[in-house]
């Protein structure tokens, strides 16, 4: 963890460019608690940007989820799960200080976050605040799971997660692909979930959405995650891999 004194701070980037001047804040609990999460969180998520202050600010904000109340570690995670995805669009290279810092962060989040999902009070915490329950799902999908998924969902927040985007590697592709009218997606089969277990993430993940009460996300989880037919070739490949190709090309 490099400290918030260290001079590479200063040649870090976010939106506002003072992300250190927020975690100050937080790690020396000045202010409001959650407002100066919110701040920061936008600081670092601004229009799905990947900005090079996230992989300095996780380990710290990890450390200080550590000792927070339950509640305010859900809140933290949620608001952090944008920034956390989108180094999905900007992949960090291995070996360097900034992959290292990030993965330090993450691991620390990803303890926090498993031990969240057990907890009873979970579900009336995140029912209580539906928007809260969304962004802490996608947050988990961030940090457990593919970041790569994360990433597309948070693009797909866009159309309220009615449209998306498709491109088949033989030319064929969709800007905007609304999945209820398009016959060419194969749903996939999601199961229940059993509250604990992280082994298959469609199941979690809409196991998670159903336990804070979400009904956007939720019913294109099997399209999603389901198998696509392309309509000019036929070629058979996942939902999830027209979407990568669609982002990488157009």
């Keep these: 963890m490099v400290e918030i004194n260290d001079p590479v701070w200063k040649e870090l980037s976010s939106a506002g ?93 990803r303890r926090e976050t498993e031990h969240l999902l057990t907890w009873p009070g979970l579900a009336d915490f995140l029912q209580n605040d539906p928007e809260l329950g969304q962004v802490f799902a996608l947050a988990a999908l961030s940090i457990l799971g593919n970041r790569k998924h994360a990433y597309g969902l948070w693009l797909l927040s866009a159309y309220c997660w009615e449209m998306g985007h498709a491109a088949c590697a033989c030319g064929w592709n969709q800007e905007e692909y609304v999945f209820e009218e398009e016959d060419c997606l194969e749903p996939a089969v999601i199961g229940p979930w059993d509250g604990k277990s992280l082994e298959e993430e469609a199941v979690w993940l809409q196991g998670l959405l159903a336990l804070a009460g979400d009904e956007e996300i939720t019913p294109i989880l099997p399209l999603v995650y389901g198998t696509g037919i392309c309509p000019d070739c036929g070629r058979r490949e996942s939902y999830w891999a027209w979407l990568e190709r669609f982002m990488e090309e157009y």
């Design 17 to 109: 460019n003072d992300a250190d001047k927020w975690l100050r804040c937080l790690m020396e609990g000045e202010g409001d608690f959650r407002e100066n999460v919110e701040i920061l969180a936008e600081d670092l998520s601004h229009q799905l940007s990947y900005y090079s202050a996230t992989a300095y600010v996780l380990p710290h904000l990890a450390v200080l989820c550590s000792g927070l109340t339950l509640q305010d570690k859900v809140f933290l995670i949620a608001c952090m799960g944008a920034a956390i995805a989108a180094e999905a669009g900007y992949p960090l290279s291995s070996g360097t200080e900034p992959y290292r810092e990030f993965q330090e962060g993450l691991e620390g989040l």
